[in-house]
């Protein structure tokens, strides 16, 4: 098959019907697997669509937020930060989890001064995330954080991290040789790097 006739048979997402009916999946039962402090895992069994039953194990989240901050000098404030799952110090964006029911917003705002001493007269929502999608119910939304004033920070017990500044470029050139792979600070750099063409 030539490359033009294999182009004609693809089809675009215009071709695609409205209804996503055909591709959903429904529950027939679900049990509570682990329930911790901060994750619960649940093992569902559901029905596919083609009749046949298989299960689906995923950790309930409580959503999060990540904070582009901006200096005034053009710097993006990051951090560095052990993360014991990887085994690594990873270099970061503020974020942090939301607590129940807290207002996304006023959570980046609180993040933003505990971990880095830093508060925000102009806020600015850049976009939203689903960072695992296969295992993890979890949301995280992005915002931007601009005229940055420094007061004082107050790490949580038994957080410990870095606070420093980078350009943009230099974290487009971290990401590329693979110095940054947190998804949600590259994604971020993503939304920012769009965000400035608008200006």
């Given at each position: 098959m030539s490359s033009s006739e294999s182009n004609k048979s693809e089809k675009s997402f215009s071709d695609l019907p409205?209804?996503?009916?055909?591709?959903?999946?429904?529950?027939?039962?679900?049990?509570?697997?682990?329930?911790?402090?901060?994750?619960?895992?649940?093992?569902?069994i559901v029905k596919l669509p083609d009749?046949?039953?298989?299960?689906?194990?995923y950790l309930i989240h409580p959503g999060a937020v990540a904070i582009m901050p901006i200096l005034?000098?053009?710097?993006?404030?990051?951090?560095?930060?052990?993360?014991?799952?990887?085994?690594?110090?990873?270099i970061e964006i503020p974020a942090g989890k939301l607590e129940l029911g807290e207002d996304p917003l006023l959570c980046a705002k609180r993040e933003l001064l505990e971990e880095t001493g830093y508060s925000a007269k102009s806020w600015e929502f850049l976009g939203r995330i689903h960072p695992v999608i296969s295992y993890s119910t979890e949301i995280i939304d992005i915002y931007l954080a601009k005229d940055l004033t420094l007061g004082e920070c107050a790490l949580d017990e038994g957080e410990f991290l870095d606070v420093f500044a980078?350009?943009?470029?230099e974290m487009h050139e971290w990401i590329a040789k693979g110095k940054i792979t947190d998804?949600?600070?590259?994604?971020?750099?993503y939304h920012l790097a769009r965000r400035l063409k608008q200006l």
């Open positions: 409205e209804s996503d009916d055909h591709l959903r999946e429904h529950q027939t039962s679900s049990e509570d697997v682990y329930s911790g402090k901060f994750l619960h895992l649940k093992k569902d009749g046949n039953s298989t299960y689906r194990e005034n000098d053009g710097r993006i404030l990051l951090e560095r930060q052990f993360r014991y799952p990887v085994d690594a110090a990873m980078a350009t943009l470029d998804v949600k600070t590259i994604i971020s750099v």
